[in-house]
Protein backbone atom coordinates (compact mmCIF):
# COMPACT_ATOMS: atom_id res chain seq x y z
CA UNK A 1 0.00 0.00 0.00
CA UNK A 2 1.28 3.52 -0.89
CA UNK A 3 2.29 5.80 1.88
CA UNK A 4 0.56 8.51 2.45
CA UNK A 5 3.24 11.69 3.57
CA UNK A 6 1.87 15.02 5.06
CA UNK A 7 4.31 18.07 4.03
CA UNK A 8 3.76 20.91 6.47
CA UNK A 9 5.46 24.33 5.42
CA UNK A 10 4.79 22.88 1.98
CA UNK A 11 5.47 26.19 -0.01
CA UNK A 12 9.00 26.48 1.62
CA UNK A 13 12.38 26.38 -0.02
CA UNK A 14 12.45 23.05 1.31
CA UNK A 15 9.14 22.02 0.81
CA UNK A 16 8.89 22.40 -2.64
CA UNK A 17 12.38 20.47 -3.29
CA UNK A 18 10.95 17.81 -1.21
CA UNK A 19 7.14 17.51 -3.37
CA UNK A 20 9.43 17.17 -6.59
CA UNK A 21 11.70 14.18 -5.15
CA UNK A 22 8.91 12.45 -3.16
CA UNK A 23 6.46 12.97 -5.99
CA UNK A 24 6.20 9.29 -6.41
CA UNK A 25 4.74 8.66 -2.51
CA UNK A 26 0.81 10.10 -1.91
CA UNK A 27 1.63 13.83 -0.57
CA UNK A 28 -0.67 15.77 1.38
CA UNK A 29 1.29 19.60 0.31
CA UNK A 30 0.32 22.21 3.85
CA UNK A 31 1.07 25.47 4.29
CA UNK A 32 -0.32 28.11 5.80
CA UNK A 33 -3.69 28.39 3.83
CA UNK A 34 -4.22 24.62 4.87
CA UNK A 35 -3.10 24.55 8.89
CA UNK A 36 -2.13 26.58 11.94
CA UNK A 37 0.52 24.67 13.48
CA UNK A 38 -0.02 26.97 16.29
CA UNK A 39 -3.24 25.97 16.84
CA UNK A 40 -3.68 22.98 18.88
CA UNK A 41 -6.82 21.88 18.05
CA UNK A 42 -6.67 22.41 14.25
CA UNK A 43 -2.98 20.50 14.35
CA UNK A 44 -5.38 17.54 16.11
CA UNK A 45 -8.35 17.12 14.47
CA UNK A 46 -6.87 18.21 11.03
CA UNK A 47 -4.27 15.85 10.87
CA UNK A 48 -6.34 13.29 12.44
CA UNK A 49 -8.72 13.22 10.00
CA UNK A 50 -5.80 12.30 6.94
CA UNK A 51 -4.32 9.74 8.72
CA UNK A 52 -0.60 10.16 7.26
CA UNK A 53 1.82 7.66 7.52
CA UNK A 54 4.85 10.17 7.92
CA UNK A 55 4.59 13.91 8.78
CA UNK A 56 7.41 15.61 7.63
CA UNK A 57 7.79 19.52 9.37
CA UNK A 58 9.21 21.60 7.23
CA UNK A 59 7.93 24.86 9.30
CA UNK A 60 9.33 27.24 11.34
CA UNK A 61 10.13 31.02 12.34
CA UNK A 62 13.69 31.42 10.45
CA UNK A 63 13.51 34.60 10.62
CA UNK A 64 16.86 34.91 13.11
CA UNK A 65 16.98 38.92 14.02
CA UNK A 66 13.44 38.76 14.13
CA UNK A 67 13.13 36.10 16.89
CA UNK A 68 14.85 38.27 19.17
CA UNK A 69 12.09 40.69 19.28
CA UNK A 70 9.19 37.96 18.32
CA UNK A 71 9.88 35.55 20.87
CA UNK A 72 6.36 34.49 21.75
CA UNK A 73 5.93 33.91 17.78
CA UNK A 74 9.43 31.84 17.81
CA UNK A 75 8.07 29.88 20.64
CA UNK A 76 4.91 29.17 19.06
CA UNK A 77 6.16 28.25 16.04
CA UNK A 78 9.50 26.29 16.46
CA UNK A 79 8.67 25.07 19.98
CA UNK A 80 4.83 24.87 20.81
CA UNK A 81 3.54 23.40 17.54
CA UNK A 82 6.62 20.67 17.69
CA UNK A 83 4.70 19.70 20.72
CA UNK A 84 1.31 19.62 18.77
CA UNK A 85 2.83 18.17 16.35
CA UNK A 86 4.65 15.18 18.57
CA UNK A 87 0.97 14.82 20.10
CA UNK A 88 -0.73 14.05 17.47
CA UNK A 89 2.05 11.74 15.91
CA UNK A 90 2.07 9.65 19.01
CA UNK A 91 -1.48 9.38 19.22
CA UNK A 92 -2.24 8.68 15.53
CA UNK A 93 1.03 6.51 15.45
CA UNK A 94 2.29 8.82 12.54
CA UNK A 95 6.22 8.63 12.25
CA UNK A 96 7.56 12.26 12.37
CA UNK A 97 10.36 14.12 10.41
CA UNK A 98 11.47 17.36 11.61
CA UNK A 99 13.73 20.03 10.28
CA UNK A 100 15.87 21.25 13.04
CA UNK A 101 19.22 23.45 12.65
CA UNK A 102 23.13 23.52 13.52
CA UNK A 103 21.82 26.80 15.58
CA UNK A 104 21.35 24.70 18.84
CA UNK A 105 24.73 24.51 19.46
CA UNK A 106 26.89 27.14 21.12
CA UNK A 107 29.08 27.60 18.31
CA UNK A 108 32.15 26.73 20.38
CA UNK A 109 33.66 24.12 18.84
CA UNK A 110 35.65 24.25 15.94
CA UNK A 111 35.36 20.78 14.71
CA UNK A 112 31.83 20.56 14.50
CA UNK A 113 29.09 18.82 16.12
CA UNK A 114 28.25 15.12 15.80
CA UNK A 115 24.36 13.91 16.50
CA UNK A 116 24.91 13.04 20.10
CA UNK A 117 26.96 15.92 21.38
CA UNK A 118 24.98 17.69 24.09
CA UNK A 119 27.43 21.03 23.43
CA UNK A 120 24.12 23.04 23.59
CA UNK A 121 23.38 26.76 24.91
CA UNK A 122 22.37 28.24 21.79
CA UNK A 123 23.32 31.92 21.25
CA UNK A 124 20.39 33.04 19.83
CA UNK A 125 16.53 32.89 20.47
CA UNK A 126 16.44 31.34 17.23
CA UNK A 127 18.46 28.40 18.38
CA UNK A 128 17.11 28.43 21.65
CA UNK A 129 13.23 27.94 20.02
CA UNK A 130 14.45 25.73 17.96
CA UNK A 131 16.43 23.48 20.69
CA UNK A 132 12.98 23.60 23.25
CA UNK A 133 11.18 21.97 20.09
CA UNK A 134 13.56 18.87 19.95
CA UNK A 135 13.26 18.20 23.31
CA UNK A 136 9.56 18.09 23.39
CA UNK A 137 9.74 15.64 19.98
CA UNK A 138 12.08 13.55 22.04
CA UNK A 139 10.07 13.85 25.36
CA UNK A 140 6.50 13.50 23.70
CA UNK A 141 6.82 11.44 20.00
CA UNK A 142 7.88 7.99 20.38
CA UNK A 143 8.65 7.34 16.18
CA UNK A 144 10.83 10.48 15.17
CA UNK A 145 13.52 11.48 12.98
CA UNK A 146 15.16 14.90 14.12
CA UNK A 147 17.08 15.93 11.25
CA UNK A 148 19.39 19.12 11.92
CA UNK A 149 20.60 20.73 9.05
CA UNK A 150 22.24 24.39 8.09
CA UNK A 151 22.80 27.07 5.71
CA UNK A 152 19.97 26.22 3.64
CA UNK A 153 19.72 27.62 -0.18
CA UNK A 154 17.35 26.59 -2.97
CA UNK A 155 15.29 27.69 -6.04
CA UNK A 156 12.27 28.14 -4.35
CA UNK A 157 13.16 30.71 -1.55
CA UNK A 158 15.60 33.51 -0.26
CA UNK A 159 19.03 32.33 0.67
CA UNK A 160 22.35 33.54 0.74
CA UNK A 161 23.38 32.39 -2.67
CA UNK A 162 20.82 34.33 -4.22
CA UNK A 163 21.46 37.71 -1.98
CA UNK A 164 25.07 37.44 -3.13
CA UNK A 165 24.28 37.42 -6.92
CA UNK A 166 21.80 40.14 -6.25
CA UNK A 167 24.94 41.75 -4.65
CA UNK A 168 27.70 40.86 -7.11
CA UNK A 169 25.61 42.10 -9.99
CA UNK A 170 25.39 45.91 -8.57
CA UNK A 171 28.33 46.46 -6.52
CA UNK A 172 32.08 45.71 -7.52
CA UNK A 173 33.74 45.27 -4.04
CA UNK A 174 32.29 43.78 -0.93
CA UNK A 175 33.16 42.31 2.44
CA UNK A 176 31.72 39.28 3.93
CA UNK A 177 32.27 38.13 7.35
CA UNK A 178 35.45 35.04 7.79
CA UNK A 179 35.04 34.54 11.20
CA UNK A 180 31.43 32.54 11.15
CA UNK A 181 32.26 28.70 10.23
CA UNK A 182 29.46 26.01 9.09
CA UNK A 183 28.56 24.28 6.16
CA UNK A 184 26.17 24.88 3.40
CA UNK A 185 23.52 22.61 2.27
CA UNK A 186 21.42 22.58 -0.79
CA UNK A 187 17.92 22.00 -0.52
CA UNK A 188 17.08 19.06 -3.39
CA UNK A 189 20.50 17.20 -1.96
CA UNK A 190 18.38 17.24 2.13
CA UNK A 191 15.23 16.42 0.28
CA UNK A 192 17.60 13.35 -1.10
CA UNK A 193 18.47 12.76 2.23
CA UNK A 194 14.99 12.14 3.52
CA UNK A 195 13.57 10.34 0.86
CA UNK A 196 16.35 7.84 2.20
CA UNK A 197 15.60 7.88 5.66
CA UNK A 198 11.61 6.79 4.20
CA UNK A 199 13.05 4.17 2.12
CA UNK A 200 15.32 2.17 4.42
CA UNK A 201 13.65 2.01 7.85
CA UNK A 202 16.43 3.53 9.66
CA UNK A 203 16.36 3.52 13.57
CA UNK A 204 14.54 6.76 14.78
CA UNK A 205 16.60 9.10 16.12
CA UNK A 206 18.64 12.37 15.23
CA UNK A 207 20.21 12.67 12.17
CA UNK A 208 22.27 15.18 10.32
CA UNK A 209 22.19 16.35 7.12
CA UNK A 210 24.76 18.72 5.40
CA UNK A 211 26.53 18.82 1.94
CA UNK A 212 30.25 18.07 2.79
CA UNK A 213 33.22 20.52 3.40
CA UNK A 214 36.30 20.20 5.11
CA UNK A 215 36.50 19.83 8.93
CA UNK A 216 35.24 22.51 10.63
CA UNK A 217 33.47 23.72 7.85
CA UNK A 218 33.88 26.94 5.53
CA UNK A 219 33.32 30.73 6.19
CA UNK A 220 30.87 32.73 4.66
CA UNK A 221 33.59 34.58 2.80
CA UNK A 222 34.78 30.88 1.83
CA UNK A 223 31.02 30.82 0.73
CA UNK A 224 30.70 34.00 -1.42
CA UNK A 225 33.89 33.34 -3.08
CA UNK A 226 32.82 30.30 -4.39
CA UNK A 227 29.41 31.55 -5.63
CA UNK A 228 31.19 34.42 -7.76
CA UNK A 229 33.64 32.34 -8.92
CA UNK A 230 31.34 29.58 -10.59
CA UNK A 231 28.82 32.22 -11.25
CA UNK A 232 31.33 34.43 -13.43
CA UNK A 233 30.89 37.56 -11.46
CA UNK A 234 33.67 39.90 -11.50
CA UNK A 235 34.21 41.15 -7.46
CA UNK A 236 36.45 42.73 -5.14
CA UNK A 237 35.84 40.85 -2.06
CA UNK A 238 37.33 41.22 0.91
CA UNK A 239 36.98 39.19 4.08
CA UNK A 240 35.73 40.93 7.54
CA UNK A 241 35.35 40.97 11.00
CA UNK A 242 31.64 40.19 11.79
CA UNK A 243 32.04 43.21 14.39
CA UNK A 244 31.53 44.79 11.11
CA UNK A 245 28.14 44.24 10.51
CA UNK A 246 26.36 44.28 13.68
CA UNK A 247 23.14 42.03 14.18
CA UNK A 248 20.38 41.85 16.40
CA UNK A 249 21.16 38.23 16.96
CA UNK A 250 24.37 36.81 17.85
CA UNK A 251 25.74 34.07 15.50
CA UNK A 252 27.49 30.80 16.75
CA UNK A 253 31.11 31.32 15.63
CA UNK A 254 31.44 27.62 14.71
CA UNK A 255 28.91 26.03 13.82
CA UNK A 256 29.43 22.91 11.20
CA UNK A 257 27.19 19.60 11.90
CA UNK A 258 28.89 16.48 10.96
CA UNK A 259 27.18 13.65 9.94
CA UNK A 260 28.27 10.36 11.05
CA UNK A 261 24.81 7.82 10.35
CA UNK A 262 23.60 8.83 7.05
CA UNK A 263 25.00 8.60 4.02
CA UNK A 264 27.45 11.53 3.11
CA UNK A 265 25.98 13.93 1.19
CA UNK A 266 27.58 15.14 -2.22
CA UNK A 267 30.66 17.91 -1.51
CA UNK A 268 29.49 21.69 -1.11
CA UNK A 269 30.80 23.01 -4.13
CA UNK A 270 29.55 20.13 -6.28
CA UNK A 271 26.12 20.51 -5.22
CA UNK A 272 26.42 24.83 -5.68
CA UNK A 273 27.73 24.50 -9.31
CA UNK A 274 24.08 22.31 -9.67
CA UNK A 275 22.33 24.91 -8.22
CA UNK A 276 23.91 27.84 -10.40
CA UNK A 277 23.01 25.60 -13.52
CA UNK A 278 19.91 25.08 -12.66
CA UNK A 279 18.33 28.21 -11.41
CA UNK A 280 19.88 29.34 -15.10
CA UNK A 281 16.51 27.18 -16.32
CA UNK A 282 14.17 29.29 -14.27
Given at each position: ?160 VETMIKL ?17 TYTVDLA ?21 TKIGGIS ?63
Open positions: MERKILIIGAKGMLGQDLANILSNFDLALWDKQEIDITDEYQVKTKISALSPDFIINCAAYTAVDDCEKNKDLALAVNNRAVGYLAQTAKKTGTILIHISTDYVFNGQNKDGYEENSQAFDPVNFYGESKLLGEKDLQLIAPQFYLLRTSWLYGKNGKNFGKEQKELKVVNDQFGKPRQILYILNNNLPFGIYHAVNEWYDFARKIFELANLNVKLEPCDSRVYPMPAKRPQYSALINTKLPPMRDWQDALADYLKEREKI
